[in-house]
């Protein structure tokens, strides 16, 4: 998240914000999206954004579904 977030949303792990960040950008490159260097997405398309957002969301699930996969054997 850049410095400079409004966001209110709140982590539950703090911690893993440097996690979360690095995964945008690794989703935004597979998608062709170019997060701007500072990190303001302001300027970029909601539809951009959202596509972005939806991959987050994609890989999120698919990452808890191989550790409950694993716990639950």
Do not use: H
């Amino acid at each position: 998240m850049a410095a400079g977030s409004r966001s209110s949303n709140t982590l539950v792990v703090p911690q893993a914000i440097g996690a979360l960040d690095q995964l945008k950008y690794e989703v935004a490159q597979e998608l062709g999206i170019a997060i701007p260097q500072d990190g303001y997405q302001g300027n970029m398309t909601t539809k951009d954004n959202g596509s972005i957002g939806g991959g987050i969301t994609k890989r999120l699930v698919q990452i808890a579904e191989q550790q409950l996969a694993g716990q639950y054997r």
